[in-house]
């Protein structure tokens, strides 16, 4: 396993992002970051870890300039603007495929929070290369209008304490047309901080991208 801290160009700055790359891979997962966090989010390093295991590549990359998060850390606004975040993450997608140019990955998200929603408008953008979506306690409702345009197969996991969050995962996935499943965890709150909570995800989430990017791998 080899980690490359690496940048991704926008047209104002650039946005940093961790590559991880295992020794036989067998597709990449970006993730998607979001209310505040960034590609050091420990959760989601956590999640990034356990699916290297299992083959993945994993792109870690933060959706916001250093510029843009010192702004967001005053005013929490950015954080909410998802259309922007999506509108990264799809340019950290074109950098992954530009990347892996020599060998064409199956592509899947796994976004947090706000960056749920983001990654479900993104795939809804790239419905023909998006594999896969896989959300942690997110807000795939704000993804809004984009919802019945996913076609990626989508696993939605929330804490079974995170009562707020389930109803609105509950309202998304009842817009959704693709192929999905809404995944409780028993016991857990919003940041799955309780005893096996995230080991329960980081499970649920490989076996879903393994899953969906089986056919194309096959």
């Given at each position: 396993?080899?980690?490359?801290e690496t940048?991704i160009?926008i047209a104002?700055?650039?946005?940093g992002?961790?590559l991880g790359i295992?020794?036989?891979?067998r597709g990449i997962?970006?993730?998607?970051h979001?209310?505040?966090s960034s590609?050091f989010?420990?959760?989601?390093?956590?999640?990034?870890?356990q699916?290297?295991?299992?083959?993945f590549?994993?792109?870690?990359?933060?959706?916001?300039t250093?510029?843009?998060?010192?702004?967001?850390h005053?005013t929490?606004?950015l954080?909410?603007?998802?259309r922007?975040?999506a509108?990264r993450?799809?340019?950290g997608?074109?950098?992954s495929?530009?990347?892996?140019?020599?060998r064409?990955l199956?592509?899947g998200?796994?976004?947090?929070s706000?960056?749920?929603?983001?990654?479900l408008?993104?795939?809804?953008e790239a419905s023909?290369?998006?594999?896969?979506?896989?959300?942690r306690?997110?807000?795939?409702d704000?993804?809004?209008?984009s919802?019945?345009?996913v076609l990626a197969?989508?696993?939605?996991?929330?804490?079974?304490e995170d009562?707020?969050?389930?109803?609105?995962?509950?309202?998304a996935?009842a817009?959704m047309r693709?192929?999905?499943?809404?995944?409780?965890?028993?016991g857990?709150?919003h940041l799955?901080?309780?005893?096996?909570?995230?080991?329960?995800v980081?499970?649920?989430a490989?076996?879903?991208?393994?899953?969906s990017m089986k056919?194309?791998?096959a």
């Amino acid at each position: 396993m080899t980690h490359e801290e690496t940048s991704i160009p926008i047209a104002r700055g650039v946005l940093g992002a961790t590559l991880g790359i295992p020794e036989a891979t067998r597709g990449i997962v970006i993730f998607a970051h979001g209310s505040g966090s960034s590609r050091f989010s420990p959760r989601n390093r956590f999640v990034a870890d356990q699916l290297a295991v299992a083959g993945f590549a994993t792109l870690l990359m933060d959706l916001l300039t250093e510029h843009e998060d010192r702004i967001d850390h005053v005013t929490a606004e950015l954080r909410f603007d998802v259309r922007l975040l999506a509108q990264r993450l799809r340019t950290g997608t074109d950098w992954s495929q530009s990347r892996f140019a020599d060998r064409p990955l199956p592509i899947g998200y796994f976004g947090a929070s706000t960056g749920a929603a983001a990654a479900l408008i993104a795939a809804a953008e790239a419905s023909d290369l998006i594999k896969a979506v896989v959300s942690r306690g997110g807000r795939p409702d704000l993804a809004g209008d984009s919802l019945p345009h996913v076609l990626a197969p989508t696993l939605l996991i929330v804490g079974g304490e995170d009562h707020a969050v389930i109803r609105l995962n509950r309202q998304a996935q009842a817009a959704m047309r693709c192929k999905n499943d809404l995944a409780i965890v028993p016991g857990a709150t919003h940041l799955f901080e309780e005893p096996g909570a995230l080991e329960r995800v980081a499970a649920l989430a490989t076996d879903w991208f393994r899953a969906s990017m089986k056919a194309t791998l096959a």
